[in-house]
């Protein structure tokens, strides 16, 4: 099917049914492109049998149906489509969009539409203590999205600036919701840093056409619209500005928009910073020419070392090297631009050049008494690397083994910061000596220690791949461990695969038995999952804690939740006898039947059931 309205908006559809959505390019390599969707389109379509443009697509990333519904596509040989941009902020109400998504048409064909409307409200939807924000978009009214328009770009209106994802709709078609593009890299964690991108300064660019067209239909929408533009956190809307917009004078806006970057030059080195870690490349080149230029008085290396930064960045390091070479003397004695010069050369495979300059970063470092550093550490790591470069495992070894030390005094501070390191400095190890079955299961360690930092931050897909790598390491020795067990169990449940859920915990269990809470979570997972209890560890855990109420409360009313999916018979009367006068959190039987497709007769039995329980007479 020939698409006119842009060639990036792409169809996704079934090889096996009906099942169709849409989706759209957002980074293209020498061998495919990377496409975004939701990922109710993908599970609606098959994963095996899912297909763009009549090539068959794999999935590379995905977030969760009930909070994250994001996945990302790779289509090999899927090359010549354009590229959308994505803005990494947040934007306000009163937005205007457009989006292009497939519909259905005449009897076997689809029809490639395009909508426009607004965002109307920001909202956050909770789903088990997991935030997740929302645009709530208004339709224009003669239009009328459908469901086919899942997974479409919400794009500013008149440009290929993303903002974020449509994922469902009301029935009449007349409001959507849309999930920010700002959750792509909470599921994508190894996405490529040169994702392209739009930054609040071009942002702004973009927006102007679509400001002054409507500016005189709705003036306060349009004055809500210049406060994002001008990226302002503290801004009053005085009779100047007002007066500026409604003449549609543009240099006047832009007047507001320089003093906001003209105010504190220190801040703007902040701000360079800030504008890299985000990788707001134009950004941060606009910040770093106003600062060289009002400052051409001062010695400058510190903003030529920002600027080789963002070329570093942006993997443009031939230009990065130019930078430092013309700007920054070999002689320099600041540790930390040493280490970036070292880095440069680095980059650009001149791997000895690198040695050198990783020295002086560390003769700087010995001499002001920093050689326990995260600096020191890094440069130890970089020198491993370039030695193993060189051929040189020896060195290369001895320099890691420095490296690791120092992380590992360091991880006492910071301990998810640099768990990643030593993972990632322990797996450059065993390229070197895979043999050592020490530093196998020292990295298993890391590997379940970053699955924590990302549990405790809810990141649970993160969290999953961290637990995985750690097992894989545990099953090469044959070792099985409870807690990692136990926490993989919990991982794949957060995901909601919980098949995989009840079949971990029931390794950890027979591991090690002596936690209710890990068996009541088996329990609940072999609901969720209609799969059959082990009766040996449920006879275990009558053993264990029959006389304790707190817990033994949870295990009977799941067995009466097992009873009802079966169809069989329980004694509320003698339950609610039994446990009369103690607590109970009703939140997971809401779960646990809300997640549940049963027929309605046993639906109508589950809703009878919790009424029972949540009565007031219960107790």
């Given at each position: 099917?020939?698409?006119?309205?842009?060639?990036?908006?792409?169809?996704?559809?079934?090889?096996?049914?009906?099942?169709?959505?849409?989706?759209?390019?957002?980074?293209?390599?020498?061998?495919?492109?990377?496409?975004?969707?939701?990922?109710?389109?993908?599970?609606?379509?098959?994963?095996?049998?899912?297909?763009?443009?009549?090539?068959?697509?794999?999935?590379?990333?995905?977030?969760?149906?009930?909070?994250?519904?994001?996945?990302?596509?790779?289509?090999?040989?899927?090359?010549?489509?354009?590229?959308?941009?994505?803005?990494?902020?947040?934007?306000?109400?009163?937005?205007?969009?457009?989006?292009?998504?497939?519909?259905?048409?005449?009897?076997?064909?689809?029809?490639?539409?395009?909508?426009?409307?607004?965002?109307?409200?920001?909202?956050?939807?909770?789903?088990?203590?997991?935030?997740?924000?929302?645009?709530?978009?208004?339709?224009?009214?003669?239009?009328?999205?459908?469901?086919?328009?899942?997974?479409?770009?919400?794009?500013?209106?008149?440009?290929?600036?993303?903002?974020?994802?449509?994922?469902?709709?009301?029935?009449?078609?007349?409001?959507?919701?849309?999930?920010?593009?700002?959750?792509?890299?909470?599921?994508?964690?190894?996405?490529?840093?040169?994702?392209?991108?739009?930054?609040?300064?071009?942002?702004?660019?973009?927006?102007?056409?679509?400001?002054?067209?409507?500016?005189?239909?709705?003036?306060?929408?349009?004055?809500?619209?210049?406060?994002?533009?001008?990226?302002?956190?503290?801004?009053?809307?005085?009779?100047?500005?007002?007066?500026?917009?409604?003449?549609?004078?543009?240099?006047?806006?832009?007047?507001?928009?320089?003093?906001?970057?003209k105010r504190n030059v220190p801040m703007i080195k902040n701000e360079i910073s800030v504008a890299l870690k985000k990788l707001n490349y134009k950004k941060a080149n606009y910040l770093l020419d106003d600062y060289i230029e009002k400052n051409q008085d001062k010695n400058l290396q510190d903003a030529h070392h920002l600027r080789a930064l963002i070329y570093i960045h942006r993997k443009q390091y031939h230009r990065a090297k130019d930078e430092f070479e013309s700007f920054i003397p070999p002689a320099v004695k600041n540790s930390a631009m040493l280490l970036d010069y070292g880095l440069i050369y680095h980059l650009n495979e001149e791997y000895n050049e690198a040695i050198?300059?990783?020295?002086?970063?560390?003769?700087?470092?010995?001499?002001?008494?920093?050689?326990?550093?995260?600096?020191?550490?890094?440069?130890?790591?970089?020198?491993?690397?370039?030695?193993?470069?060189?051929?040189?495992?020896?060195?290369?070894?001895?320099?890691?083994?420095?490296?690791?030390?120092?992380?590992?005094?360091?991880?006492?501070?910071?301990?998810?910061?640099?768990?990643?390191?030593?993972?990632?400095?322990?797996?450059?190890?065993?390229?070197?000596?895979?043999?050592?079955?020490?530093?196998?299961?020292?990295?298993?360690?890391?590997?379940?220690?970053?699955?924590?930092?990302?549990?405790?931050?809810?990141?649970?897909?993160?969290?999953?791949?961290?637990?995985?790598?750690?097992?894989?390491?545990?099953?090469?020795?044959?070792?099985?461990?409870?807690?990692?067990?136990?926490?993989?169990?919990?991982?794949?449940?957060?995901?909601?695969?919980?098949?995989?859920?009840?079949?971990?915990?029931?390794?950890?269990?027979?591991?090690?038995?002596?936690?209710?809470?890990?068996?009541?979570?088996?329990?609940?997972?072999?609901?969720?999952?209609?799969?059959?209890?082990?009766?040996?560890?449920?006879?275990?855990?009558?053993?264990?804690?029959?006389?304790?109420?707190?817990?033994?409360?949870?295990?009977?009313?799941?067995?009466?939740?097992?009873?009802?999916?079966?169809?069989?018979?329980?004694?509320?009367?003698?339950?609610?006898?039994?446990?009369?006068?103690?607590?109970?959190?009703?939140?997971?039987?809401?779960?646990?039947?809300?997640?549940?497709?049963?027929?309605?007769?046993?639906?109508?039995?589950?809703?009878?059931?919790?009424?029972?329980?949540?009565?007031?007479?219960?107790?």
């Open positions: 099917m020939k698409m006119e309205l842009n060639n990036s908006t792409l169809l996704i559809k079934s090889t096996k049914t009906q099942s169709f959505g849409t989706g759209f390019c957002i980074h293209k390599d020498a061998k495919g492109s990377f496409i975004l969707t939701c990922l109710h389109v993908v599970e609606e379509c098959g994963e095996d049998t899912i297909e763009i443009e009549g090539k068959k697509a794999e999935l590379i990333a995905k977030g969760s149906m009930q909070n994250i519904d994001l996945a990302v596509l790779y289509v090999e040989n899927l090359i010549n489509i354009e590229v959308f941009l994505l803005y990494l902020e947040k934007v306000d109400k009163n937005l205007l969009v457009e989006m292009n998504g497939f519909k259905s048409h005449k009897k076997g064909s689809l029809k490639l539409e395009k909508l426009e409307g607004y965002i109307k409200k920001t909202s956050e939807i909770l789903h088990e203590k997991v935030r997740i924000k929302t645009y709530e978009l208004s339709i224009n009214r003669d239009d009328t999205i459908t469901k086919g328009f899942s997974g479409s770009a919400v794009l500013l209106k008149g440009t290929t600036t993303v903002v974020a994802v449509a994922t469902d709709r009301q029935k009449d078609g007349k409001k959507a919701y849309a999930i920010p593009i700002t959750y792509l890299h909470d599921i994508w964690s190894d996405a490529p840093e040169f994702l392209e991108h739009t930054d609040k300064m071009s942002f702004r660019g973009v927006v102007k056409k679509s400001l002054f067209q409507r500016i005189k239909s709705n003036l306060n929408v349009f004055v809500s619209m210049a406060v994002l533009l001008l990226g302002l956190k503290n801004i009053f809307y005085d009779v100047t500005l007002l007066s500026a917009l409604n003449k549609e004078n543009l240099p006047k806006v832009e007047e507001f928009i320089e003093a906001d970057f050198k300059f990783y020295k002086k970063a560390l003769e700087v470092k010995r001499n002001n008494f920093e050689e326990d550093s995260l600096d020191s550490a890094t440069i130890y790591d970089n020198l491993g690397s370039a030695y193993l470069k060189l051929g040189d495992e020896d060195k290369a070894y001895a320099d890691y083994v420095k490296a690791l030390k120092i992380y590992v005094q360091l991880s006492q501070n910071d301990l998810a910061f640099y768990e990643k390191r030593i993972a990632k400095l322990l797996i450059n190890m065993l390229s070197i000596d895979p043999n050592n079955d020490q530093l196998y299961l020292k990295l298993a360690e890391r590997f379940y220690n970053i699955g924590m930092h990302y549990k405790g931050a809810n990141k649970y897909l993160l969290a999953l791949e961290s637990f995985k790598n750690a097992q894989l390491i545990y099953e090469k020795y044959k070792k099985e461990d409870a807690e990692t067990l136990s926490e993989l169990a919990y991982a794949y449940y957060k995901n909601e695969q919980y098949r995989d859920a009840s079949r971990y915990y029931e390794r950890a269990l027979s591991v090690e038995f002596n936690n209710s809470a890990v068996f009541l979570n088996y329990y609940e997972s072999i609901l969720l999952s209609r799969s059959h209890i082990n009766e040996n560890l449920e006879q275990k855990f009558i053993a264990k804690f029959k006389d304790n109420k707190r817990y033994f409360i949870y295990y009977e009313v799941f067995k009466m939740l097992d009873a009802l999916y079966h169809n069989e018979e329980y004694d509320f009367e003698l339950w609610k006898k039994k446990y009369q006068n103690t607590q109970f959190n009703f939140n997971q039987l809401d779960k646990l039947i809300n997640s549940r497709k049963e027929d309605k007769e046993i639906k109508e039995k589950l809703k009878i059931f919790i009424v029972k329980l949540k009565s007031k007479d219960t107790y």
